[in-house]
Structures are given as C-alpha cells and as structure tokens.
C-alpha cells in the first residue's frame, strides 16, 4: 500500500528566504507526482505535475523536482512572500488510478 | 482556473435530516471523485466515478452515496446525517490519461 510522507509538518520562514517542502513515497512505481496548494477552508489549487518519467517541473518561483528511484520530491519555492502561506500537499498516482495524500506542511511566511 | 463547482459552501444541519452536496464541472472530464478532509488531517478518497453510470467506493468507508447520470454532475447524498459526518467533503474531476487533478472550493458540513 502506498504511503506519503511529507516534512516538515510545519514551517515558518521570513519573507524573502528560498525553501524546500519534502515528499517522500514508499512504492516507486508511481504514474505521475502532483503537488497541490490549499489555502484554509479551501479546496486544493495544483500548482505543478511531474510524470514519472520527468525530473523536474517549473512554474515560475516553484521548482518540483522527482527522484523515483529514492521515492523522493522536493518542492523549491524561490524568494517566498507572505501570500505564499499555505498548506502544500503533494499527492502519488499508483495502479488503480487513485491518488494517495500527503498529510502537508503548513507554511508561515512572515513578512 | 478549473470550473468545478460545490454547493453549498458551507451547510449545518441537524441529526437525521437528508442531505445532498452538489459537485459540477464543465470540462467534459470523466473521472471524478469525493475526498473527505477532517481539519489539519489528510484526504480520504470515499467515492469515484469513471464515467456515467459508474461508481465505486474509495478507500474511507462512508454512508454517504453517489450517483452519475450526467458527465458534468456527481451529487452526494446522506439519507440520514450524524455528528459524526462533520467535515469538510471536496469534490475532484480529471481527464483521461495522467492530467492534473482539479477540485472544487468544497463543502462543510457540520451536523447538530
């Protein structure tokens, strides 16, 4: 059975400072690797999608990056403002077609 | 911005009472599903459909139902609401072949 970790759990940086969100994955044979922004009370917002036979994706100042083998992504957030606060899920796509959720950092920007 | 809708945003009902959430989109996807979301916990897949007339349950167990008889809507239902249906429920769709996922702003639901 699939497994997603995210660390940390929670993370508070002031404005300006470059960061890095971990996921980690327990069964490498993944389709494709989503991560997923969601503001409080709100539905999730994807942000990037990396398939598995991709690296990395870039969209603007994020940066998603995936190493299957290690069952391992990272997202990189350049230069992190407050409306960058959130809470950052990252989701896997194994057989069956269904995704299996993070449990997310919760992310402070302080201005 | 993904056009999928919920409705309503947000809804308190009493214990027993019978209930429908509504979950729209119009972008011709055929997958769609239901996660349920306790605060500050993670998402729980308990329904999915690949199409119309197709429905599963996903991996919570719940007592709510589903139906699909258009491609564009995909309503719950509790027949008879509990406490213990308190959260939030959001609603997803994606295309065929390995889309982006998109959701809804999603409902909560508290029961009295």
């Known amino acids: 059975k699939q497994e997603v970790t995210q660390i940390p759990a929670a993370l508070s940086v002031p404005e300006g400072e470059n960061l890095v969100l971990n996921c980690s994955f327990t069964d490498s044979a993944i389709y494709n690797l989503q991560w997923f922004r969601q503001d409080p009370g709100k539905g999730l917002t994807s942000l990037l999608l990396i398939q598995s036979s991709q690296r990395e994706q870039t969209s603007g100042r994020l940066n998603a990056s995936l190493d299957k083998s290690s069952g391992r992504s990272t997202l990189y957030i350049a230069a992190s403002q407050p409306g960058d606060s959130a809470t950052y899920l990252c989701a896997v796509k194994s057989s069956g077609d269904k995704l299996t959720f993070g449990t997310g950092t919760r992310l402070a920007v302080r201005p | 911005e993904a056009d999928i809708y919920q409705t309503p945003r947000y809804l308190v009902i009493g214990t027993g009472k019978k209930i429908t959430l509504e979950c729209s989109q119009t972008?011709?996807?055929?997958?769609m599903y239901w996660y349920q979301q306790d605060p500050g916990m993670e998402l729980h897949l308990i329904h999915y459909?690949?199409?119309?007339?197709?429905?599963e349950k996903g991996d919570l167990s719940s007592e709510s139902t589903v139906s699909r008889i258009r491609t564009e809507h995909f309503p719950l239902t509790l027949e008879s609401a509990r406490p213990s249906h308190t959260s939030q429920y959001l609603c997803?769709?994606?295309?065929?072949?390995?889309?982006?996922?998109?959701f809804g702003n999603g409902t909560r639901l508290t029961v009295t």
């Open positions: 997803a769709s994606t295309g065929q072949g390995s889309l982006p996922l998109h």
């Open positions: 459909s690949y199409g119309v007339n197709s429905t």
């Open positions: 972008m011709g996807h055929d997958k």
